[in-house]
């Protein structure tokens, strides 16, 4: 089969479906760690019971969750190496961590319990940083969640003084505090969402009562049914303020996809993610919901505007209004929202809301590539590759398009990208090179991927499907014969990898 026969047998199911990914049965994981009898530095009370108390409300809202408690340094490497594995494969992966944390030269540290450091660069040696944390859940699907109890710093700058740190502890308000000083801002990639328990530079408090008051917020807020995720870390935050008399503010940074999310059951008492159209989905929000929504939206949040602009190009819903969508999503691309950029993009080009305008849905795509969102990459690729919005086919520049996009793990662009391999149109790559992008578009979760591997794998070469054998084989998916026979076996083997045996 030639390839832009096979190049183009997924891009009409995504276009079709507007980027949604028709996921697997959804798997929600959490790793939850809270360290407190620490060896050199001042124990904490309560991180082990906001942990234990965390990890019983997460299971309770349906996810799988691995604990882990007054780990050692090789303890936490070795949790947080067989979390990120079986991270991989879930639509949404989150980390809460209680314990103490240190920055240093702007980097955030979580400390194990068995640190001892007495210098900047032994709390490098000796501990987690946040970086790797983020690391842990970044090929989660759909959402990626990190989420720190934890605000302490080096406050001697470039040497610790345990005696001062441990004064700190003593400091005179009404409770214990975690941190003096707070940590640094985070900056994590889209699509991620850090929690700090108090803003970049301030302190959270241990608490009296058991629980520190952002864990005791947290265990409360995640537990109610029908709170999108945006508000309940909202009504975390308020929570603290007002236990706390305003002397912790918890803070949020990145941002998570337009799609809604509902960590203790959707309105309709779902408990996973949407699979829909985002118009459809978010128009299951209630109406004190929006609200709050557009409360959010008005103080600058783009996440907000997308989702109100969602609602009303949902034509099912009496909210209904495709100008007013694009008005919304206007102001989110005036933020610098690329997610918005694409709708809109999407806008123009159909001409919803708007009259048609090939020029501008055209600069708005390369606006949003520009950013790196995956979803334009792939698409202004096959706009290239076919010609349209008024360009010329390009397929030298599709093929760039295509690789950004496979290499920020957009599923069909791995698939894609791996068929142009097979077809020999990639210099310097070849069958173990498709292989490694088939397998990696297994773990990010398409369904059209999946379908495809099972229902006609000799579109592929045979060395390719070889590759393909041995790259199961070296992750323990597969234990049969290196032939390129998709048989069974092999069959069994694509299944499990893409995380449902």
């Known amino acids: ?57 997460l299971t309770e809202i349906g ?17 947080m190496d ?11 992966a989150l980390i809460y961590f209680a314990g103490h944390g240190i920055e240093v030269q702007g980097e955030n540290f979580l400390i194990p319990v068995d640190a001892q450091p007495t210098s900047n660069i032994e709390v490098q040696q000796q501990s987690v940083s946040l970086k790797e944390m983020l690391q842990v ?23 610790i003084d345990t005696d001062a740190v441990a004064q700190s502890e003593l400091q005179s308000t009404d409770q214990a505090t975690r941190g003096v000083g707070g940590l640094a801002p985070a900056n994590p990639d889209r699509g991620t969402l850090v929690a700090f328990a108090a803003k970049d530079g301030q302190v959270a408090l241990d608490g009296t009562q058991g629980n520190s008051p952002y864990a005791r917020a947290l265990m409360e807020k995640m537990a109610k049914p029908g709170l999108e995720i945006s508000l309940m870390f909202r009504q975390v935050r308020d929570a603290v303020l007002r236990e706390t008399r305003n002397l912790q503010e918890p803070y949020t940074y990145g941002s998570l996809t337009g799609k809604p999310f509902y960590l203790s059951g959707a309105p309709d008492g779902e408990t996973d993610l949407a699979t829909e159209e985002p118009s459809k989905t978010w128009s299951q929000l209630r109406p004190d919901q929006e609200s709050q929504l557009l409360a959010l939206a008005n103080l600058g949040d783009t996440r907000s505007m997308l989702g109100l602009a969602y609602i009303r190009l949902n034509p099912e819903d009496t909210r209904f209004d495709p100008e007013q969508a694009v008005s919304f999503l206007e102001q989110a ?19 919803i809301g708007v009259e048609i305008d090939e020029a501008r849905a055209l600069e708005l795509y390369r606006a949003a590539a520009d950013q790196g969102f995956a979803d334009a990459l ?18 030298d520049k599709a093929l760039e398009l295509f690789e950004r996009a496979a290499d920020l793990r957009h599923p069909e662009a791995q698939f894609n990208f791996a068929a142009l391999i097979d077809d020999g149109l990639i210099p310097d790559k070849g069958p173990e090179d498709a292989a490694s992008y088939l397998y990696a578009a297994l773990r990010s979760g398409s369904q059209d991927v999946l379908n495809l591997l099972l229902e006609r794998p000799t579109m592929f070469a045979e060395e390719t499907r070889r590759e393909l054998q041995a790259q199961l084989q070296a992750y323990e998916f597969y234990t049969g014969a290196i032939d390129g026979d998709i048989g069974p ?12 045996e």
């Open 137 to 159: 859940v970044e090929k989660a699907r759909v959402m990626r969640i990190v989420i720190l109890d934890s605000c302490r710093d080096n406050p001697l700058g470039g040497q």
């Open 489 to 500: 076996g092999t069959k069994r083997g694509i299944r499990a990898a893409y995380g449902l």
């Open 63 to 79: 996810f799988d969750v691995t604990r882990g408690i007054d780990l050692s340094l090789a303890e936490l490497r070795q949790v």
């Open 333 to 351: 691309v005036e933020r610098g929202s690329p997610e918005a950029q694409m709708e809109l993009a999407k806008l123009y080009e159909q001409g």
């Open 1 to 57: 089969m030639s390839c832009i026969v096979r190049l183009f047998v997924l891009p009409f199911l995504l276009l079709a479906s507007s980027f949604t990914l028709a996921l697997a049965s959804p798997d929600r994981v959490a790793l939850v760690i809270g360290l407190g009898e620490y060896e050199s530095i001042p124990t904490l009370t309560n991180t082990r019971n906001d942990a234990e108390g965390l990890a019983e409300t």
């Open 82 to 92: 067989d979390f990120s594995f079986r991270a991989e494969t879930a639509d949404l």
């Open 378 to 395: 792939n698409d202004l690729g096959f706009l290239h590759y076919q010609g349209g919005l008024g360009l010329r086919a390009n397929p």
